[in-house]
């Protein structure tokens, strides 16, 4: 890297998204989940833009991050994932599916932030209890729901993936 | 009535949509990228009163990638008017919003300037750079006294910052008070609150120069009115101008209004002749987006020693923030309407002002004024039941309207001005409320709160029951047309997250005799749509399924027509017309059919909440042990889907009750502009909502529906509430709707939680 960049010249961010390598390009500046709608992942959702809501929720390296609290250079070099990767094909997973069957959304804008959340947490902590997941999805804000469905769907989901990993 | 599948009414039919959603491929607003897209950003108050001298945009135009900035001065003097001309006043309409602000600004988040740049990070770069010169005034700020005289005004042109004055009377005040062995007399406030749906708003406009059309991106819920809206100040006949509804990422009643950015990004395109983006920030949203709720009321309420409720007087103050908005006055119509509630008063005198102040414009957020009107009268009637030393329960059930009663109405008497008649047409509120308190299990729920309490527990049980009118005209309609593929309805009515396609789709293949997958349910264009009056006052699944009902029935007509035989006699199936000959006529041939459904007045309903809490006396946090609500929704059409609504609404109001507060400081500056200050619940606080649903059959429509959008959030204020004080004790006297962790410490030791002139000091 060398010299100063003029403000909003954009560097290429070259990022592995859904395994897929990608040639971005980007200013230094522009967010992780900005760079990432621009290629196309609009399930990316910016609900509050400062890390509270969790709408924009990926996953980095099998980990869930907020994607709008980081920058799209910070993500070269990294596996990120978004709520595509979930689908089977045309079908819906068994989180997503989990979530139909729970009623575990409404509008739908904060479901793939929470979709990510609880696949990356139940990654990280397949055998967590009903109290751990519950203060995860506490992470993420739902205003349609009640978020009691969420945390049914991922129960659902803890036992359908302990079955057939 | 028999189709393939047997009654679709009633049953809970998968959500359409849902893959869509679950897959990330919905296209929300700001998913659309069209060729040559810029993006706006707009310029806001920093004051929240202070003269307008000046708006300097040279160093903004100069910043590469600036197309344009733009100030009152560029566009037409134009106020954007009032939707919904409930008890309008000469008044209200001097207090009208420019699109951007002319001479004064009177809120923080008003806008001021626009700018518009090929990058959304460079026009929010620019906006930084426009010079808003502000020389300050004293701001207004508290509700009660906003209208006094001597007060800055908001507004040269009114003598005052009040812009109706509504009263009611029914019945002999003074003998039903005279009569009273107790009154109670409090001061109640409800607190400002933000409907804050996950997705802010948004808009994509775009003129095509060659047709002549603009079309608006982004619009929900009232897309006609905004149609209409845009024409006139844009000059483009109504047939120009596209209003297209996109996924929407919650409503609750503040998304899809006309704002003034819809007047001014469609302005923009049209100016600048190439597509124009904007999304509002978070920030914005929380500053720009009509807020809710907040008010005063000096309420006493006159008994007998035995409980029986005489009669009450409420002296109110009704804030609408610094302008009238689309849904006009309202913020003061709708309490007053709900404010007797369900029991059988003697007499009761109301007066209610609708006052400004320096804060962001108020309108409706969900269950509007039937929420706040809910808490003050229902907090009232547990303050006079602990006076009474009776179980509030049976205080509530003895002074309920009764069944042999309806239909019944509470007719304004003399001196009265401003409103209209309260009627209930129908129901049963005592047995509704016995089946509430049964589902609630309330007798165990009282032995509970014993128990905790012999272990030195603070433990509280909490209900409030309300009527909530619904349902509102005054009419929509609906083209049904059949074809070889299928059903397609028509509607002008919109889509807010809630799953309305859902169920009129249900009511369509229920009444044609079809495939509930062969109906599609449209309204998303306004160019496809003839009219109709939006989604809101829980009127979607009434109206339009009714107006489905009467186009089915004129299909009925126009098919026995051609078969020569009555219309009763005919039989629809999968797309077919049989008369009682055998003869069959396919539908598709008989074209588009219009169906119609006009309703006067408001469809009312009884409904509650119940409500049991514990509270934690070293730092004042709630804890919701059960909630329930009961609704007589007259006909479920998809249960699912209204559990989903009911349950959401009230998951909403805890959240309102508990956490959630816009608060303001002595300046005028908003405390609650980011998620991490506006605390909305999330899974570690909320509790599973229990639901009574209630079906008493409505006559004022066909189908029997009743109102269930919004009905889970009316009793939630109030029922956590008196939960609160129940568990506090020693005539906790509670009286804010809000029961932060902050006011509940308070209360426990024996502070207000109220202070000064009435507004809640700041949470430390």
Same mark, same amino acid.
């Given at each position: ?30 967010? =992780? $989940?900005?760079?990432? @709608? ?5 399930? !990316?959702?910016?609900? +509050?833009?400062?890390?509270?809501? %969790? &709408? ?14 980081? =920058? $799209?250079?910070?993500? @070269? ?5 978004? !709520?595509?990767?979930? +689908?089977?094909?045309?079908?819906? %997973? &068994? ?71 | ?764």
């Amino acid at each position: 890297m060398a010299g100063w960049l003029a403000p909003d010249e954009s560097v290429a961010v070259n990022l592995t998204v859904n395994g897929e390598a990608r040639q971005a390009h980007a200013p230094p500046r522009r967010t =992780l $989940a900005d760079a990432l @709608r621009e290629e196309g992942f609009t399930s !990316v959702h910016l609900g +509050c833009e400062h890390g509270v809501c %969790g &709408a924009c929720t990926v996953l980095i390296d099998g980990a869930p991050v907020r994607s709008c609290l980081m =920058l $799209a250079v910070q993500g @070269r070099g990294h596996a990120i994932e978004t !709520v595509e990767s979930l +689908c089977d094909g045309d079908d819906l %997973g &068994a989180l997503q599916q989990a979530f139909d069957d729970n009623d575990a959304l409404q509008c739908g804008f904060c479901t793939p932030g929470f979709l990510m959340l609880i696949e990356g947490f139940l990654r990280l902590e397949p055998e967590a209890s009903r109290q751990q997941i519950v203060e995860a999805v506490s992470s993420n804000l739902c205003r349609c729901t009640g978020a009691v469905g969420i945390v049914q769907a991922a129960l659902d989901f803890q036992s359908t993936r302990r079955r057939s990993p | 009535m028999t189709t393939a599948h047997g009654p679709l009414i009633g049953v809970s039919a998968p959500r359409r949509k849902n893959l869509e959603l679950l897959a990330g491929k919905a296209t929300y607003v700001a998913d659309i990228g069209l060729e040559g897209q810029a993006y706006a950003r707009v310029v806001r108050s920093s004051s929240a009163h202070a003269r307008l001298l000046g708006v300097d945009c040279s160093d903004a135009l100069r910043v590469p990638g600036v197309l344009d900035v733009i100030t009152a001065a560029d566009i037409d003097d134009i106020r954007i008017p009032i939707r919904l001309p409930f008890a309008e006043s000469p008044e209200a309409n001097r207090a009208l919003q420019a699109p951007l602000a002319r001479d004064v600004v009177r809120y923080v988040g008003e806008p001021v300037a626009v700018v518009v740049a090929t990058d959304p990070y460079v026009a929010e770069d620019a906006a930084e750079l426009v010079l808003v010169d502000l020389e300050e005034m004293d701001p207004v700020v508290d509700t009660a006294t906003a209208g006094e005289p001597g007060r800055p005004r908001l507004h040269s042109s009114l003598g005052s910052n009040t812009v109706n004055q509504l009263a009611f009377r029914y019945g002999d005040i003074d003998a039903a008070f005279a009569e009273a062995d107790i009154v109670v007399r409090r001061r109640l406030r409800v607190h400002r609150l933000a409907a804050a749906p996950m997705e802010t708003r948004g808009l994509v406009a775009d003129y095509d120069r060659n047709s002549g059309v603009l079309t608006l991106w982004g619009g929900a819920k009232v897309k006609h009115f905004t149609r209409s809206l845009l024409a006139r100040v844009l000059g483009l006949e109504p047939d120009k101008v596209r209003v297209v509804e996109v996924e929407v990422g919650g409503g609750f009643g503040t998304r899809g209004e006309p704002y003034p950015e819809d007047v001014l990004i469609a302005w923009l395109a049209r100016r600048l002749e190439r597509p124009v983006q904007w999304i509002e920030d978070r920030w914005e949203h929380m500053v720009a987006t009509n807020h809710a709720r907040e008010q005063e009321h000096d309420i006493e309420l006159a008994a007998t020693a035995e409980g029986q409720m005489l009669g009450f007087r409420v002296r109110g103050w009704c804030d609408h923030g610094a302008y009238i908005r689309t849904q006009g006055l309202l913020p003061v119509v709708l309490p007053m309407l709900h404010m007797p509630g369900p029991y059988q008063w003697q007499a009761f005198s109301m007066d209610l002002d609708a006052v400004l102040t320096n804060r962001t414009p108020v309108g409706t957020y969900r269950g509007p004024g039937m929420t706040e009107a809910t808490f003050v009268r229902e907090r009232m009637v547990d303050i006079l039941a602990a006076e009474l030393h009776m179980d509030p329960a049976d205080l509530r059930r003895r002074n309920l309207i009764p069944a042999e009663s309806m239909p019944f109405v509470f007719n304004p008497g003399p001196g009265s001005s401003g409103v209209m008649p309260i009627a209930y047409q129908s129901g049963d509120f005592v047995e509704s409320f016995d089946e509430m308190l049964a589902a609630a299990d309330y007798h165990e729920l009282r032995a509970g709160r014993q128990r905790a309490r012999s272990r030195d527990g603070k433990a509280g049980v909490g209900m409030a029951v309300y009527i909530e009118f619904a349902a509102v005209g005054p009419f929509e309609e609906v083209d049904i047309i059949c074809d070889g593929r299928g059903v397609t309805v028509r509607a002008g009515v919109g889509s807010v997250g809630q799953g309305v396609e859902t169920a009129l789709a249900q009511i369509a293949a229920e009444l044609l005799g079809a495939e509930l997958e062969d109906v599609s349910v449209e309204f998303h264009d306004t160019a496809e749509i003839p009219q109709g009056f939006g989604a809101f006052a829980s009127r979607s699944t009434v109206l339009v399924g009714n107006a489905i009902a009467a186009a089915v029935n004129e299909i009925r007509i126009k098919s026995a027509e051609l078969l020569g035989c009555g219309p009763d006699g005919i039989e629809l199936h999968r797309g077919n017309a049989t008369g009682p000959d055998g003869r069959t006529v396919p539908l598709a041939e008989l074209g588009g059919v219009r169906g119609r459904f006009d309703k006067d007045g408001l469809t009312a309903s009884f409904g509650g909440a119940v409500c049991s809490a514990s509270v934690d006396p070293a730092d004042g946090r709630v804890r919701l042990d059960r909630f329930l609500v009961a609704h007589d929704v007259g006909r479920a059409v998809n249960p699912r889907l209204l559990r989903g609504q009911l349950a959401g609404a009230a998951s909403q109001g805890i959240g309102g009750a508990l956490f959630e507060e816009l608060a303001y400081d002595d300046n005028g500056q908003p405390l609650s502009v980011t998620l991490a200050d506006y605390m909305m619940p999330t899974a570690a606080e909320l509790t599973p909502v229990d639901l009574a649903v209630i079906e008493h059959g409505s006559p004022s429509n066909p189908l029997g529906i009743k109102g269930g959008g919004e009905a889970g959030m009316v009793g939630s204020l109030g029922a956590v509430v008196n939960a609160v004080a129940d568990a506090i004790g020693d005539g906790a006297d509670l009286l804010s709707s809000s029961v932060s962790p902050a006011r509940v410490w308070r209360a426990l030791n024996h502070q207000s939680s109220l202070d000064g002139a009435g507004r809640p000091a700041m949470e430390t």
